[in-house]
Structure formats: C-alpha cells, structure tokens
C-alpha cells in the first residue's frame, strides 16, 4: 500500500514525461511488476483502455504516444485507489497519471465541453461555476454570525479559513459554509476569510489536464497568503486541501494545515457541550478520496458523527482506504455528460446505492462537492425521499440547535 507522499518529497518533484524515466520516480514507475492491481481498484478499470499498469507497459515500449492519442484518461477520476494499493508503492495519481493527462491535452482534438468550460471559468473567474469574483464572499451576509474579511479588516488572526468555491457560490454548499462559520463562533476561534481574493486552489485543474491553469491559481493564492498574518489555515474542502498539501509547498505553502472535519473533531472537547440537540438519524459516511486515502482522516469525521445525540453510524460495504469514489475528483465533476453518451456508469449512483444498502438515512460527507454529487444521484435514482445527504459539519451545527 503507497504511503502518503511527503509534501516535500512532492514538491521538489518538478518531473515531466520527457524526463519521468530518469527522474526520482523513474525507478519506481519501472519496477511495476504488471499485477493489475492498479486495474482491479480502479472504479472505471472495467472500461479504461489505458490504466496504470497499459501506461507503464506503453512507457517501457516506447509507445507512450499512443496513449496520448486516446480518450481513456478521461475516465480517470483522480481517486487514489491505484495508489494507494500498487504493491510497488508507484505515485500514480500524485505523478504518472497528470503527466499522461497533460500530454494529453495536447493531442486531443478538443476536449468535452463542459470540463472546458470549467477550466476556462477557473481561469477567467477564479471558480469552475464562471461566478463574479465580486460576488465570492456574499454568502457572509447570510451566516448569521460576523465574518472577518481579511482585506477589509487586516491584522493577525489565528485561522485563516479557505472557504473554497462551491462553499462560496453553490446554494447547498453555502450551507456548509454557514454550519462552519457557527462551528467557529461557537468554539471562540479567531478566524477570518479571504473573501474576493480567494481563487480556487485549482487542484481540479491540475489532475484534470492543465498544470499551466494550476501554477496560475497556485501564483495567485500564494501572492493572497503572503499579505496577511495567520497561523494556520482550514479548509472546508478537500481538493483544496489535496493542494495545499501537494503542490503549494514549493510555493512556499508552509502553514499547519487542516480540513474543516479535523479541526473541529481536534476541538471536539469544548463543542461537546453545545451538542444538544438529539437528530435521530442513521448516517452513513462516505470518505473523500481526494484527502489521499491518508489513515488520518478516516476518525475525525466518524468521530464528530458519533459524538452526535441520536446519531447511529453505519459503514458502507467499501470504506476508509477501500472507499468508492463519487466520481467528481479529476474533471469527472463536469464529465456526467460525456460518460452518459458513453454509456459508463455514473459513479455517484454507484456509491449512493451502496449507501441506500445499509439502510441509513443520511449520506455524511466532507466535500462539498459531494453534495451536489449524491443529491442529484439520489434523485435520479429515486431514492430522495429515503435519504438526504449532509456534510458532517452541517450535521454539528444542527445539534447544536436549541
Ligand atoms: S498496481 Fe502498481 S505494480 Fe501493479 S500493475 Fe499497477 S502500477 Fe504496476
Ligand atoms: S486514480 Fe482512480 S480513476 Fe484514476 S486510474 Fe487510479 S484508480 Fe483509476
């Protein structure tokens, strides 16, 4: 099973295709011993003309460029099961499959038009969704408890919290932000956000196809971080969190970092008591696989979930490190059209199935991504009267409700 890749090992790591061979990871990417294992935990190996294991076969052939000519990445969802199981400890998704992915890019004749609009929406806007970055921070006015607003009221905090886009934008994720906001009051944390000078962490854009639309956003953030004075940051998403904790450190990202989820289960002791109110729900959690299938963030959402009044937690059939993906990590987000007119399963219907199984009725989550994800699943399954989905810090603040 492939550890977690130090962040500095990741960020001296500036390899291409052209050089991958002869790099730091070259000698890993050849002792591949062609097991498929990679194949077996892929959630699209079914229907992947190229996984890990035909890429570093192409590799060793010198047939690379075939690969490049072909649509199969697009079926890769940057979820790390092949990482995480390759016995030769291979940095699949960290490494070899963005530097397939953009090459690719290049040889494609166009790529699917929604992913590019997204691409072009972060580049232009700062978010996938094409918003106004003027209007990235008005969803404060609706939390209910003050904000801080680093560019209108600098001067040191202790938490700067990077809200992220669909927290920001997206109607449901805005609830996310808001339950976190009351997390945060509740506990007496000095926090603010950036507001309008927060851009999307861009980790999409980089395991998706386009690492010159990464280091853009990468550049930008960076510049953001640098005014202000804080000592750590928290994030309520976990592509963000992906970023900062891979690729940003050879930016110069250095501060303690922390997802929404973890630092609240750290704090659990002092909220316990604001924790009231009984919910009465079954809940089963879905992991993020964009938090890198890491042990460390397996307890802390479970953990704030059992210390829930009326919460039973149940597990589905696949979890932790062996957790399906919900199919939005990579691109696959703005995908859902394209793997329709293929005929390719949605992956979202594939997990939210697995969750009706247990006969839970809520689907906890930690992205806010998924959000958006399993609710339209669940209704295009029919299932959304049986159950709702719930990011796990929504579910705090509710049972801190009098
Ligand atoms: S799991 Fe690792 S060693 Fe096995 S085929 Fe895939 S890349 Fe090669
Ligand atoms: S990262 Fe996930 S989707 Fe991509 S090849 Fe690996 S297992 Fe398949």
């Not at 977690?4 to 061979?21: G, M, V």
């Not at 400890?89 to 790529?111: F, G």
């Not at 992906?242 to 750290?266: E, K, M, Q, V």
Request: with cysteine; aromatic share 8%.
């Amino acid at each position: 099973m492939a550890a977690a890749t130090p962040a500095t090992e990741l960020a001296s790591c500036f390899t291409t295709l052209d050089n991958l061979l002869a790099a730091e990871e070259g000698p890993r990417v050849l002792s591949c011993i062609q097991c498929g294992t990679c194949v077996g935990a892929c959630p699209y190996g079914d229907v992947m003309q190229y996984p890990p294991r035909r890429i570093i076969a192409m590799l060793r052939a010198g047939m690379i460029e075939q690969v490049f000519r072909s649509e199969s990445l697009l079926t890769c969802v940057a979820c790390y099961a092949c990482m995480a199981k390759c016995p030769r400890d291979i940095r699949l998704t960290e490494i070899l499959l963005p530097l397939v992915k953009e090459r690719t890019l290049l040889e494609l004749p166009e790529l699917p038009a929604e992913l590019q609009r997204a691409l072009q929406n972060m580049l232009r806007y700062g978010n996938p969704m094409g918003e106004s970055a003027r209007k990235r921070a008005a969803w404060v006015k609706t939390a209910g408890v003050p904000i801080r607003i680093l560019g209108e009221s600098p001067g040191p905090v202790d938490v700067l919290w990077f809200v992220e886009c669909y927290s920001s934008y997206y109607a449901r994720g805005q609830d996310n932000a808001r339950a976190t906001a009351r997390l945060f009051q509740a506990l007496g944390t000095d926090f603010a956000i950036l507001g309008n000078e927060e851009k999307c962490a861009g980790e999409c854009g980089r395991l998706t196809w386009e690492p010159g639309l990464y280091e853009t956003l990468m550049d930008s953030n960076m510049a953001v971080f640098r005014k202000y004075d804080f000592q750590r940051v928290v994030t309520s998403c976990p592509h963000a969190h992906n970023a900062f904790s891979t690729r940003y450190p050879a930016a110069g990202f250095n501060w303690p970092l922390d997802i929404a989820a973890g630092y609240f289960f750290r704090n659990l002791d002092k909220l316990r008591p604001r924790l009231t109110k009984k919910l009465g729900y079954k809940v089963a959690y879905h992991d993020p696989c964009c938090l890198r299938r890491q042990d460390e963030f397996f307890e802390a959402p479970r953990g704030l979930l059992r210390a829930l009044p009326g919460v039973k937690l149940v597990e589905m059939a696949h979890n932790r490190m062996n957790s399906l993906c919900c199919g939005g990590g990579g691109g696959g987000m703005w995908l859902d059209t394209y793997y329709k007119v293929k005929g390719y399963e949605r992956l979202s219907e594939r997990r939210v199935k697995e969750a009706i199984a247990t006969g839970a009725d809520v689907l906890a989550v930690s992205c806010p991504y998924e959000v958006s994800r399993f609710e339209d699943a669940l209704k295009v399954l029919g299932h959304d009267k049986q159950m709702i989905v719930r990011d796990v810090v929504e579910l705090v603040a509710e049972a801190m409700e009098v």
